[in-house]
């Protein structure tokens, strides 16, 4: 029996690493599934006999100009291809069908609910933002998230049987089940169980992650497909909300993400009150409406705002670049409470690039020199010299990989252990 269990077991596992191979690199042959599998040709061909039975994967062919010998055998997600005519052989081509299941990606931010639907391709059909407001605690958001999903589906004639998957997003701290709201600049401390809200309407398989870890994920994803040999590295978002997201590979080669609560990490209480309720939290010295009170020198006990305009945050941001000096001290000290949690933070992990990401980009330059200064704070970085530090601007676009990877993940893993969608 345990013999059988874990010859299953692999199967699944190799099941999964044939679709995760042909869904991020497209078009691929048997040799090169085999390059990025890792397995053996034997092992492949039996793998893909069953997915295309079970209607998985489609099959195709393209001619080949010229050449000679035998075609190549492709495997690609599916899409509906002409094939035109020519001289040659063709190529027979496998790919996932597109058609065979979708993802909604939910965005929760500090001003508006993005919704999205994609195939199982990974290609976006459709997406639609609503202004958040003041939607009155989570009984309220539960009724205009079931609205709005229904909503997405009539606008592509789509059922929610044909959904496999219901990704959602959010700043603040994800319950270790990967369902569960704990807290969040949205609802605060009232949690949010999104398996109750959707269940049992929505048979999909429900996924809650921090925004930050997202964006950690994609990076890693695109970082290991221009480097061998990819280890670790830091996405720190930078906006209304602070956030970090962390990837590094293990030991034994899986993709280890997390996302700590960077932002409500202890900086020095004269940062002020944080919207957690704490005193001197890195957010609350970091995030936009930390620097909107020291810019303007407010009270540090004041109840911090719960949203701030790119537009305010721009005019601050000019008033430091003329030479204001709370508005230019704003920033800097923004800037140093950074510098502080990353140096903390690679003193408890390990050397490694840093990802700056999120609207607060914009203002980089007002805060690099007070990010570097808290940084040198540090032991580690005197001694190794200052990480890599690189600005990436679109957050949303690394935000919208990192929850298709994820998703598009879990669905190989279910559609392995299955054997259908």
């Not at 055998?73 to 005519?85: A, D, M, T």
């Not at 949203?307 to 945050?313: A, G, I, K």
Request: net charge positive; aromatic share 6%.
């Amino acid at each position: 029996m345990l013999t059988k269990s874990s010859t299953e077991l692999v199967r699944q596992q190799n099941s999964a690493l044939v679709l995760a191979a042909l869904r991020r690199k497209g078009s691929l042959s048997h040799t090169e599934i085999a390059a990025q599998t890792g397995l053996a040709s034997a092992t492949i061909s039996v793998i893909t006999a069953e997915l295309e039975r079970a209607g998985i994967i489609a099959k195709i062919e393209r001619h080949v100009q010229g050449g000679r010998g035998r075609p190549r055998v492709l495997f690609e997600p599916r899409r509906e291809r002409h094939v035109q005519g020519g001289r040659g052989r063709p190529r027979v081509l496998f790919e996932p069908r597109r058609d065979c299941g979708h993802v909604i990606v939910v965005r929760i931010s500090s001003d508006v609910v993005q919704y999205s639907l994609a195939d199982y391709g990974g290609i976006l059909l459709d997406r639609f933002e609503e202004v958040r407001g003041d939607l009155g605690g989570t009984a309220a958001f539960g009724e205009v998230l079931a609205a709005a999903l229904e909503r997405l589906l009539l606008r592509s004639n789509i059922s929610k049987d044909e959904v496999l998957a219901i990704s959602i997003s959010s700043k603040g701290l994800v319950a270790a089940d990967g369902a569960r709201l704990i807290w969040s600049p949205v609802f605060g401390g009232e949690q949010l169980d999104f398996v109750k809200l959707l269940r049992p309407d929505w048979r999909a398989r429900i996924m809650l992650s921090n925004e930050s870890l997202l964006v950690a994920h994609a990076l890693a994803v695109k970082e290991e497909e221009k480097q061998v040999g990819f280890r670790a590295l830091a996405a720190v978002s930078l906006g209304h909300s602070i956030g970090l997201g962390l990837s590094r590979r293990g030991s034994s080669g899986e993709l280890d993400v997390s996302a700590p609560n960077f932002g409500h990490m202890l900086h020095q209480d004269a940062a002020g009150l944080c919207r957690c309720g704490s005193f001197g939290c890195v957010e609350a010295a970091a995030g936009f409406y930390g620097i909107l009170r020291t810019a303007f020198e407010v009270p540090s006990n004041t109840i911090p705002a719960k949203f701030v305009p790119l537009s305010e945050m721009d005019k601050i941001a000019a008033r430091a670049r003329q030479g204001h000096r709370m508005a230019a001290y704003a920033f800097r000290q923004a800037g140093v409470a950074l510098g502080n949690g990353i140096s903390r933070m690679l003193s408890l992990y390990e050397p490694m690039p840093i990802f700056v990401t999120g609207p607060g980009t914009r203002y980089f330059d007002l805060l690099q020199k007070g990010l570097e200064e808290g940084m040198a704070h540090s032991l580690q970085v005197r001694l190794e010299g200052m990480p890599q530090i690189s600005v990436v601007i679109d957050e949303q676009r690394l935000v919208l990989d990192g929850h298709l990877d994820r998703a598009l993940g879990a669905i190989d893993g279910d559609i392995a252990a299955s054997g259908h969608p």
